[in-house]
């Protein structure tokens, strides 16, 4: 097995978290040891050190599956089926509480990560620099800051305000930066929302300039940071923080100005010419990021964690999964401006003839469900792009129209967008967003969309509206982290 890929093999060779591949939720903030003298005594050790760390952010109780599910059916475009805990039926109904599985065990994953970059982090400060060369350090300590990044970035969406309610004054995270090591280093007052967003930047910015511009190994382009990577995230945080001006101006690193859009430097992302083929064929120019599987035991998500066994309806009405979440009739499927020639339209079967069900099967892969997971995608660089070029220059900007249509017409060439067809800024920064919708169903970013504009999360089936100033908008912090850090503040 290619050790480049195949991460979670090495996932219990780090001393972070637990003494052996036990995953228990007794205790939400990982205890640790430091890492044994040896851990990081040769070359080879410190490299699977480092793959460790993506195989903790790709856990299917983290990125590899509940984090992306979570954020799509917390949206208005799925309906739930199965009325399961364990499979998220409290996420959907807008109703999780302190103790729910999903809200305890997703912030134990994510804090079990930031925890595994931060003690190689400092393993990397006290000896490993010296064990491998100071480029080959540079690199590693830079995916390790990537991945905590990324990590933070992702649990600030659930369990912290938006950004855009109050300039990010309210509080935020427990921001820890160093690996616990003995017990009594639970206790830490959360910091603000925007100075966890500050380190999240920090961490991409340091994480940029050392990062390699790519690798020899076409598939490690994929599923390892680059700084093409980087750049990429960075888009996507500061149009979570509504800073459109630095959009543009990461965008601008990565998508030249006309098109066909193409990365100029690095790796040399683009559109794939049919978007049917990056769900099976998942190492391609247009995947940033994603996080791999495969069959081999411990290397791919798990009971109830994977997307196909959410969204696939089951082998019996020609799927792979289990059914859990159908698509809303109401929802985005029901929008008469996303046409019948779109390919898009391919990813969903609809099944029975008295009750009629429409099911997403973007994921295809049946048990043990090898899926890769997206994280990022080129296609949302550009449509990051074209909305931040809107509220920059509060016009029917010429290249977001190009930008859109780059993506519609990927998909649907029998839809063209144009400038004089938009009355208003609003009204092309309203088909961007439908455009999003549509282009990233089943891929986790609906809920990001909705809570980083403050907008209502919309009634779906028995589940009414959500206002932005309602309990649960955004989850409340974990129950066993209270119980365990008296600093912490519940929302």
């Known amino acids: 097995m290619n050790k480049k890929i195949n991460y979670s093999l090495f996932f219990c060779l780090t001393l972070v978290g637990l003494s052996s591949c036990d995953r228990s939720l007794l205790n939400p903030i990982p205890q640790t040891t430091v890492l044994d003298a040896s851990a990081l005594s040769t ?37 739930n089926e199965t009325s399961n805990l364990v499979t998220g039926s409290d996420v959907w109904g807008l109703n999780a509480t302190n103790s729910a599985t999903a809200v305890s065990t997703l912030w134990y994953f994510g804090y079990l990560t930031i925890n595994k970059c931060n003690v190689f982090l400092d393993g990397m400060a006290a000896s490993g620099t010296s064990v491998v060369s100071a480029d080959a350090a540079a690199k590693y300590i830079a995916e390790a800051k990537f991945i905590r990044a990324l990590t933070y ?3 600030l969406q659930y369990y912290a305000r938006p950004y855009a309610d109050g300039n990010g004054n309210k509080p935020g995270l427990p921001l820890r930066l160093t690996g616990i090591n003995s017990v009594g280093q639970s206790n830490l007052a959360r910091s603000s929302v925007a100075d966890v967003y500050a380190q999240v930047l920090k961490d991409l910015n340091e994480a940029e300039a050392a990062l390699p511009a790519t690798y020899t190994a076409a598939s490690d382009n994929t599923t390892r940071a680059h700084k093409n990577t980087a750049i990429a995230l960075k888009t996507r945080v500061y149009l979570t923080m ?40 998942y190492v391609n120019p247009e995947s940033i990021l994603s996080m791999p599987m ?17 969204y696939s309806p089951t082998t019996a009405n020609g799927g792979v999964g289990n059914a859990e979440y159908s698509l809303n009739p109401k929802g985005i499927i029901a929008d008469t401006s996303w046409r019948a020639t779109d ?16 099911w997403l099967t973007k ?20 449509l990051n792009l074209a909305e931040a070029k809107v509220r920059t220059t509060n016009s029917v900007d010429p290249q977001a129209v ?23 800024p609003t009204d092309l920064i309203n088909a961007i967003l439908l455009e999003r919708r549509i282009e990233f169903l089943g891929e986790g970013l609906r809920n990001n969309d909705l809570v980083r504009l403050l907008q209502p999360i919309p009634a779906k089936g028995t589940v009414p509206a959500k206002a932005p100033t309602e309990p649960n908008y955004i989850w409340p912090i974990s129950a066993t982290e209270l119980a365990l850090n008296n600093l912490a503040t519940d929302n």
Do not use: C
């Open 153 to 155: 970035y992702s649990l």
């Open 363 to 382: 994921y295809k892969a049946p048990s043990p469900y090898t899926d890769y997971v997206p994280v990022m995608r080129y296609s949302e660089v550009l």
């Open 242 to 281: 509504q800073n459109y001006a630095n959009v543009v101006t990461e965008a601008n690193k990565i998508v030249s100005a006309t098109a066909p859009f193409k990365a100029p430097t690095g790796v040399a992302h683009q559109l794939q010419p049919d978007i049917t083929t990056l769900f099976t064929a």
């Open 343 to 358: 390919k898009r339209r391919s990813f969903i079967r609809q099944t029975g003839t008295t009750t009629i069900k429409n």
């Open 294 to 310: 495969t069959s081999t035991t411990g290397d791919f998500p798990g009971t109830q964690n994977q997307l196909a066994y959410y």
């Open 43 to 79: 070359p080879a050790r410190v490299q699977n050190q480092l793959l460790s760390l993506y195989g903790a952010l790709k856990d299917g109780n983290f990125y590899g599956g509940r984090y992306v599910i979570y954020g799509d059916i917390r949206g208005e475009d799925f309906i």
């Open 402 to 424: 190009a930008l859109l249509n780059a993506v519609r017409n990927r998909s649907d060439a029998t839809k063209t967008y144009t400038v004089a067809g938009f009355a208003s």
